[in-house]
């Protein structure tokens, strides 16, 4: 192998690297202070307001670079948190955060099937309509043995 060859790890990590930045390209998600300000709260108090909200499983956050990011779609019109996400990320904790969330999330999922057999949703269209199924879905492809 020749010393320009990228190792698996290295074509891993640029996979990634592209595959966040296609998800940033398609769904928008701003910083803790930009996130915090859509709610309604001071720039001064978003960390702790974030903090909080992330100890209850209202939200979750994105590492990029030196940066959490917060996904949007969480927020519903009046600045708070969906109420769905709630329930859903204490399902979630401790079995899928950060990036591996908000791509199983957005990505479209066999187990939501659309009508007339046009494809499948993602479990971020159908979490507010059936909370449940998209709980079960994400429990079990996070099972150990689901593979």
Request: aromatic fraction near 12%; charged fraction near 30%.
């Amino acid at each position: 192998m020749s010393g320009r060859d990228d190792t698996w790890q290295e074509r891993e990590a640029k996979a990634w690297a592209e595959l966040r930045k296609e998800w940033l390209a398609e769904y928008r998600a701003v910083p803790a202070a930009d996130f915090a300000r859509l709610a309604g709260c001071p720039a001064a108090d978003a960390e702790r307001l974030l903090k909080g909200w992330e100890a209850d499983h209202r939200v979750f956050a994105i590492p990029e670079g030196p940066e959490r990011l917060y996904p949007l779609f969480q927020l519903g019109e009046d600045g708070q948190p969906k109420p769905e996400f709630q329930p859903f990320l204490a399902a979630m904790h401790g079995r899928m955060e950060g990036w591996e969330l908000a791509i199983w999330l957005t990505t479209p999922n066999g187990e939501f099937e659309k009508p007339r057999g046009q494809g499948w949703e993602t479990p971020l269209e159908v979490i507010g309509q059936d909370l449940e199924a998209v709980i079960a879905t994400a429990e079990y492809d996070t099972a150990e043995d689901s593979y």
